[in-house]
């Protein structure tokens, strides 16, 4: 009885995790002797089953225990520890992410880090950064940047070397937006939006292409204002619609090498990004009734569900997909409701969506269409096209152009300014 046994909680040592099998192996001849020790007329193949389970059962937990107890895993890691455990797709795969610290960037470092990936955090606001990856030590690094600096990219290349190795995803989220149409928008924040929303990417994979590993996905964040402009956005637009270019480009080139280049346009999302813009709660609050008006799923986005498309296309699901910008906007780019004439910024009720004019603008075009009225009226007789001979005649003496005379061109051609010398093959060919 004692062999047989020992030959079932051998067999159970198959269940376990290689890297504990030692440990399995004493744990487990210490249970058979134990169990030996307890139940000495033990004849029952199924109670010897259910010993083997519970013993399996009472050492991972005890195990996982352990872990928890001695702090190598706090309680918001528990998840991801188990997701590892069970092999995570993420697991120990390194991401650079880019705007890491608030909207679509932030959600993203919590999902990676929680199912095991490294990551290299990348932002402005470096005390957020390290919030997000102070109770996952061994996984993130944070390092503060301005993507407008050249020299700050180029030392993000060395820190990414140095903490990653190798990188098997980018993903970029930093972006910025400045409100202004043509007569407001000031040449430096039309640079500044280009540098941040387009020009980075393009010295940041320079900087990184070495280092890029073969199967590697690139995701861009990009806005649907990239391929459906709105007034009083003007540098926003240019930008995202140039990173969409930069995307199908990239694309391209990297292709022979393995790489994935793709884009997500972002419908509006209800995120700080517009708050940093400038404008106030109240405006804020308006601006997203107007937005959701138009809106087939009536709702604007939030940061996790632009993450959840980011995830997919980091995915091996999406192993054939390059080149594309997939639009995740709830159904906006379908309809064509909500457009409003520009008339200036200082005329609109809204920077961001506006649905009309301002007070002001409302009551000088109230005006404005009455005086049309009142002129249109006054004017009756003296407005209409000539009829009778004598008014024919009339317009004919005020104006060159129009004309019943046969010959017209002779009365045309007086007020013409003479021929040049140059001109003397016209005048022998069409002059005569």
Known sequence: MENNTNKDLLNSKNRFNQTNQNNIFNNSNNNISNLNNNNPNINSSSNINNNVNNFVNNFNNNNLNNKINNNKYSEPQLAAYLKRESGGEFLNKNFLLSGASSG???????????????????????????????????????????????????????????????????????????????????????????????????????????????????????????????????????????????????????????????????????????????????????????????????????????????????????????????????????????????????????????????IKTNVQNFVGKVKQVINAQGNANTNRFPVTPEEIDRMINVSNWSTRLAEAHQKLNADYKPLDQNDEFLEQNYMK
Request: aromatic fraction near 10%; hydrophobic fraction near 40%; charged fraction near 25%.
């Open 104 to 358: 679509v960037g932030r959600s993203l470092a919590y999902f990676l880090l929680n199912n095991g990936a490294k990551v290299l955090l990348c932002g402005r606001d470096i005390e957020t950064l390290k919030k997000i990856g102070e109770k996952f030590p061994n996984q993130a690094s944070a390092c503060e940047i301005d993507l407008i600096q050249d020299l700050q990219i180029y030392d993000l290349k060395t820190s990414a070397i140095e903490v990653l190795g190798g990188i098997d995803c980018i993903i970029n989220c930093a972006g910025i937006m400045f409100d202004g149409d043509l007569e407001k928008t000031f040449p430096q924040d039309y640079d500044y939006s280009i540098d941040i929303n387009l020009r980075s990417l393009f010295v940041l994979l320079k900087c990184l292409d070495k280092f890029i590993l073969p199967g590697c996905s690139i995701i861009n964040v990009s806005c649907f204002y990239g391929n459906r402009p709105i007034s009083g956005l003007m540098s926003h637009n240019i930008s995202k619609a140039g990173l969409e270019m930069f995307t199908k480009y990239a694309a391209l080139e990297f292709a022979s090498r393995g790489v994935r280049v793709n884009a997500i346009a972002a419908g509006l999302i209800d995120s700080n990004a517009l708050r940093y813009s400038g404008i106030s709660e109240s405006e804020y609050n308006n601006f997203r009734k107007r937005v959701e008006k138009n809106i087939p799923l009536q709702k604007m986005a939030f940061p996790d569900d632009i993450a959840k498309a980011v995830l997919f296309l980091c995915s091996k699901r999406s192993q054939k997909i390059t080149g594309q910008v997939i639009k995740v906007d709830g159904g906006r780019s379908l309809t064509s409701s909500g457009f409003v004439s520009w008339k200036g910024s200082k005329n609109m009720n809204s920077r961001f969506e506006p649905d009309g004019y301002d």
